[in-house]
């Protein structure tokens, strides 16, 4: 599976930016889909998430300003960032949960997309 982010950017607070990311490959199904962040010297974090129903889940740091959704049809998951605060400053990671033949249920990670809002 090879996912590829995209979206990314330099914004002034307030303002919003989405991530889009893809996933290709062989693969069966995809589970979760999910964007990460890291900002230099922590650890990486969950953003938000959704599964293949469509259940989601937000840190609590982003609920009411981010939004995640997913297209099973184009394996693909959009997330969109409003009201965004120089503390979203980070690299995002796109990462899924997914099955193929080679190698069974694995998670897999794109390459990361720099955040940088400005105040």
């Known amino acids: 599976v090879q996912l590829q982010a995209s979206g990314g950017g330099l914004v002034q607070a307030g303002e919003s930016l989405r991530l889009s990311c893809r996933a290709s490959g062989s693969f069966a199904r995809i589970e979760g889909m999910d964007w990460y962040r890291q900002v230099q010297g922590k650890e990486r974090e969950l953003v938000a998430g959704?599964?293949?129903?469509?259940?989601?889940n937000y840190a609590d740091a982003v609920k009411g300003r981010f939004t995640i959704s997913r297209d099973n049809t184009n394996n693909s998951c959009e997330l969109l960032m409003s009201s965004l605060k120089p503390e979203d400053t980070a690299v995002y990671y796109c990462h899924v949960f997914a099955f193929a033949a080679a190698t069974r249920w694995k998670h897999f990670w794109g390459q990361g997309t720099q955040v940088t809002v400005s105040s």
């Open positions: 959704i599964g293949s129903g469509g259940r989601t």
